[in-house]
T-cell receptor
Framework: GQNIDQPTEMTATEGAIVQINCTYQTSGFNGLFWYQQHAGEAPTFLSYNVLDGLEEKGRFSSFLSRSKGYSYLLLKELQMKDSASYLCAVREGAAGNKLTFGGGTRVLVKP | DADVTQTPRNRITKTGKRIMLECSQTKGHDRMYWYRQDPGLGLRLIYYSFDVKDINKGEISDGYSVSRQAQAKFSLSLESAIPNQTALYFC????????????FGPGTRLTVL
């Protein structure tokens, strides 16, 4: 089984940077995913890490440390449209593409 | 047109009723999933299917059943709905050859009174 923890809520100012942490415990790690979900809408894929290090994609970056069971999603130059929930999900190697999701972090961007 | 569709989008029903939620996809993916989402609990996997003849229970399958009628269709049934099954339900798909993401449908909001 897996245990995935992320903060419930974060608030940041437009133009600033926010870092959302995710810690996990798993028996067979095979990838960590970040999804964005606006209220009432479907989750959409943001990033995927399977090796240690930083993956950068425009204003969003995701970092992974497998030895620490730790990831973060970094959102730079925050825009009002970035107000959403951000879901951390872990894939186990023996379970194909079955993901286990954390509870999500709701980010509120203020002017 | 959306690649993953769900019907209905909203449903209100009463305790004890049988409900079916349907999911269709035009992405040609072999893998399909049903999740429910409750506030603060994230997405929890109900059932998943890696092909038409493969059905697997997720972490919260009790009270639910599924049918994979075709590669493109995966339906979720609540045989006798109860109020704690009130939730937002999402269908998702992924491809065996490109497993690094799942694509979600728009969701079905189900309320059981």
């Amino acid at each position: 089984g897996q245990n995935i923890d992320q903060p419930t809520e974060m608030t940041a100012t437009e133009g600033a940077i926010v870092q959302i942490n995710c810690t996990y415990q798993t028996s067979g790690f095979n990838g960590l995913f970040w999804y964005q979900q606006h209220a009432g809408e479907a989750p959409t894929f943001l990033s995927y890490n399977v090796l240690d290090g930083l993956e950068e994609k425009g204003r969003f970056s995701s970092f992974l440390s497998r030895s620490k069971g730790y990831s973060y999603l970094l959102l730079k130059e925050l825009q009002m449209k970035d107000s959403a929930s951000y879901l951390c999900a872990v894939r186990e190697g023996a379970a194909g593409n079955k993901l286990t999701f954390g509870g999500g972090t709701r980010v509120l961007v203020k002017p | 047109d959306a690649d993953v569709t769900q019907t209905p989008r909203n449903r209100i029903t009463k305790t004890g009723k049988r409900i079916m939620l349907e999911c269709s996809q035009t992405k040609g993916h072999d893998r399909m999933y049903w999740y429910r989402q409750d506030p603060g609990l994230g997405l929890r996997l109900i059932y998943y299917s890696f092909d038409v003849k493969d059905i697997n229970k997720g972490e919260i399958s009790d009270g639910y059943s599924v049918s994979r009628q075709a590669q493109a269709k995966f339906s979720l049934s609540l045989e006798s709905a109860i109020p704690n099954q009130t939730a937002l339900y999402f269908c998702a798909t992924s491809d065996f050859a490109l497993p690094n993401t799942q694509y979600f449908g728009p969701g079905t909001r189900l309320t059981v009174l």
